[in-house]
């Protein structure tokens, strides 16, 4: 597996939660591979599984109620389901770092930049405490903060959503991780900012030749940075195919609808094109494809209501799981 | 580094409190008092004793107060003197421009103190002569065996019993009287504060530790650890305290660290249910989640990254527990279940007042219950100011 440069790879995945009101099947089946130094896209809805998918890589699933069901998850080799619970604090954070959605509340209030970024650096490495203080200030200064050696002494509400952002990057990469998630790194700051914090994870995924899953729900996002792209609908990955690929040739009606739905520069439109119906619910997915009630071919179609689709490899290295999708075989 | 302009680095959330807590006159007067009182738990033996600090018998100079202290009372000298010390240092150290510096300088003082500090009890421990001393420096005097004394300001023992003095309303001479059997009050008032204090800090100490671990442990794991924890608590809670320590000390020798063990192995319930709450509402916080993605070591994660953004309830709570325990210690003592005499502690010395002679002696209530009663008073005072300070919503723009 590791002869093709393969950093993780998951198989067959499936993440359940035990509710009151039943199974709740967050991830079910989910199988992907990232390469090293390349970019994995997940893309999906709320609530679609993906951030799930995330937890369950870091194994960070809170269990009770959380259960990694089935499935492999391959770290360089390794199986990391089957380490101990201590072998895998060694690897988060050292080996596969994470940046949150949220960077308002993901510092701890009550201690200074430097501080958090020095615990998380002599956590993994072996560092005086200068050491770590000299390489923090670093570290700052390669996510473009300005004026690292005063950012260090302050605390994190003087910071700014986008600042707060790069910090926490810098807190992910200071141990130069061989893998890092990205959680919606941009879904709460400012377009301008965005483009930012994305040019900058760009930057530092060349110069530390790290391997990046990023998890979005903004195709304008995967457009411009993943080399490949994953697409999620209720628990499922729908279809999988390089970037280019996804957005020249969709094959699933899901991403057919998504991409259908981004506005288009230049063409004059009263109403944005929308994917009838809503999302449905893990506890209660609808029977056969999970995507028929909300397709313009399913909703009419025996097969599509009664039989699931797998995700079967319709053309290279393009993956779909629809049973009209060109080249499927039936 | 020198164009860093100290006022632009952020207040950490401690100093924003402190500003705060501050701002308040009660506040600053309450602490000051509870200060003062323990100076005087401190320094008792060097304010209330029949000893001299200087005399000259026989054309030669003697320090009898000093050589009669114990090891017990340099030890707690030297453990005020290096704590004091170490405040002025952090004073000046929070003053300083370089926070960095700043902490590595603390950190070494804060070991050096505690060298010495060790260093020096096992010293006063080993070589400190116990020397009894019964001499009736007075009866010298008044003989003129002895000249040039010079005596603490209130120069009685709080151990003596001088029958033809005894039941002495407050005079010249006693201040605040004398009780039944001739001891001076203002005497045992502040020798008595060392119990009372004690008391208040060792219980509370001992009880908030047990209330911090077990309510963290509970709110962070939750599911089943916290519910058979939280059933303990609730068996806990449904004993009744005051009855099992007087339950306990029937059986036990009558001791003071009986008592402040007791107080503060019964009394964690309350802590621990504050810590489980905020540990319930900070588990899911972004930056514990952050944290064990970090890889952080569960101790890191529980005490250094959760423990300070839930602490402040229990701070609260810690302050209205140290008046609780004094309130408990002065019960008991009044009961007469609490340390053993001559030891004085001020709930004993409220019970002499009606206990002998039938008649009530107002003074040997009075004194003692006002003390207490300003004591207590003080702590809920500064548990209150502390609550406002804490409470963003009451924090006034700085």
Known sequence: MTDNGIILSVQNLSTFFDTEQGTAKAVQDVSFDIKKGQTLALVGESGCGKSVTALSIMRLIPSPPGEIAAGKIFFKNHN????????????????????????????????????????????????????????????????????????????????????????MIAMAISCKPSLLIADEPTTALDVTIQAQILDLLDELQQSEDMSILLITHDLGVVAQRADNVAVMYASRIAEQCSCMELFNKPLHPYTKGLLNSLPQLGTRQNRLNTIAGNVPEPLNFPSGCKFHPRCPIGCNDKRCQTAEPALKEVSKNHFAACWYAEGYEK | MNEINNKNWGTSYGQLVWQQFTRNRTNLFCLCFIMVLFTMAVFAPLIANDKPFVIRIENKLCFPLF?????????????????????????????????????????????????ILLIGISLLQ???????????????????????????????????????????PPSREHWLGTDDVGSDVLCRLIHGTRVSLSVGFVAVGISSIIGIVFGAIMGYFGGKIDFLGMRLLEIMMSVPTFFLIITIVAFFPRSLFNIMVII????????????????????????????????????????????????????????????????????????????????????????????????????????????IFFTVTAYNLLGEGLRDAIDPKLRKAV
């Open chain 1, 80 to 167: 990391i389901l089957e380490l101990p619970e201590k072998k895998m604090r060694l690897i988060r954070g050292d080996k596969i770092a994470m940046i949150f959605q949220e960077p308002m509340t993901s510092l701890n209030p009550v201690y200074t930049i430097g501080d958090q970024i020095v615990e998380a650096i002599t956590l993994h490495q072996k560092k005086t405490y200068e050491q770590a203080w000299q390489m923090a200030e670093e570290m700052l200064a390669k996510v473009h903060i300005p004026e690292p050696a005063r950012r260090m002494f302050e605390y994190p509400h003087l910071l700014s959503g986008g600042m707060r952002q790069r910090v």
């Open chain 2, 264 to 371: 503060g192995i019964t009394s964690w319930t309350d802590d621990a249910r504050f810590i489980r709450a905020e540990f319930f509402k900070l588990r899911n916080q972004d930056f514990v989640q952050a944290a064990i993605s970090l890889g952080l070591p569960l101790r890191s994660i529980l005490f250094r990254h959760m423990l300070p953004n839930g602490v402040a309830p229990v701070l609260v709570s810690i302050t209205f527990g140290v008046a609780g325990a004094i309130f408990i210690e002065s019960a008991l003592s009044f009961l007469g279940f609490g340390v053993a005499p001559p030891t004085p502690s001020w709930g004993q010395m409220l019970s002499t007042g009606v206990s002998t002679s039938g008649q009530f002696l107002w003074w040997l209530s009075l004194f003692p219950g006002t003390a």
């Open chain 2, 67 to 115: 050589s009669t202290l114990t090891a017990n009372d340099y030890s707690v000298f030297l453990t005020a003197i290096i704590g004091i010390t170490l405040l002025f240092l952090i004073r000046r150290n929070s003053l300083k421009v370089d926070p960095f510096l700043r902490s590595a300088v603390l950190w070494k003082q804060i070991s050096i103190c505690a060298v």
């Open chain 2, 126 to 168: 080993i070589f400190t002569p116990r020397k009894l001393d019964a001499t009736d420096y007075n009866a010298m005097l008044a003989d003129s065996k002895a000249t040039d004394a010079i005596f603490p300001l209130v120069p009685y023992g709080y151990g003596r019993t001088d029958i033809k003095v005894s039941q002495q």
